[in-house]
């Protein structure tokens, strides 16, 4: 049972938007910790995609955007490619356990 | 550029304690404000947090494993180590070590390792 909450999977054609939920409490999202993503794509170590909210790294495209309230945060994906397939992360820091906390992952399928 | 790769045995054998090291280039761990972090991730499931350690020899823990687990670091040799006894084939994943600065997101992360526990 992951801390962070995620939809199992989500779908969308290509050129579509999707959005991924990230829904967490009072004592990680809720208190003001940071929200980060991961991309996980098949048999390779996840991969920074937004930090810090809604600031995304070098190299990854504005496609992907972030947002956070509240105690939940969101991914969104504009302009579905079939690259995009993969497992999400969301993933902050919990003050009652005083370390990591990841949502349950998220698998986008592009139809 | 900032790398990690993480190396230890496999298969392990139940009841087994597990030694992974974690060895980085590219910043050190004498640096105020950072940090390596294990995650690990049993197959077809998701990340779970199990240890972190920082510049300053802070340690935190995953509550639900802290009575399993050790990490400890070796500056002079640029690794981290991360102890798990009493293995259990629950226990089998893939395991990552990971940078984290100014208690920002974990990245890079290594390549992980598969562990595997069997008899």
């Known amino acids: 049972q992951s801390v962070l909450t995620q939809p199992p999977s989500v779908s969308g054609a290509p050129g579509q938007r999707v959005t991924i939920s990230c829904t967490g409490s009072?004592?990680?999202?809720?208190?003001?910790?940071?929200v980060h993503w991961y991309q996980q794509l098949p048999g390779t170590a996840p991969k920074l995609l937004i930090y810090?909210?809604?600031n995304r790294p070098s190299g990854v495209p504005d496609r992907f955007s972030g947002s956070k309230s509240g105690t939940s945060a969101s991914l969104a994906i504009t302009g579905l490619q079939a690259e995009d397939e993969a497992d999400f992360y969301c993933?902050?820091?919990?003050?009652?356990?005083?370390?990591?906390?990841f949502g349950g992952g998220t698998r986008l399928t592009v139809l | 550029q900032i790398t990690l790769k993480e190396s230890g045995p496999t298969p392990v054998k139940p009841t087994q304690t597990l030694t992974l090291t974690c060895t980085f280039s590219g910043f050190s761990l004498t640096t105020s404000g950072v940090g390596v972090g294990w995650i690990r991730q049993p197959p077809g499931k998701a990340l779970e947090w199990l240890a972190l350690?920082?510049?300053?020899?802070?340690?935190r823990y995953s509550p639900s494993l802290r009575s399993r687990l050790s990490i400890t670091k070796d500056t002079s040799k640029n690794q981290v180590v991360l102890t798990l006894t009493n293995m259990d084939p629950v226990d089998t994943a893939t395991y990552y070590c990971a940078h984290t600065v100014d208690g920002g997101p974990p990245s890079p992360w290594g390549q992980g390792t598969l562990v595997t526990v069997s008899s």
């Open positions: 810090g909210n809604n």
């Open positions: 350690i920082y510049w300053d020899d802070e340690k």
């Open positions: 993933q902050s820091y919990d003050n009652n356990l005083s370390g990591w906390v």
């Open positions: 009072s004592t990680n999202i809720g208190i003001g910790y940071d």
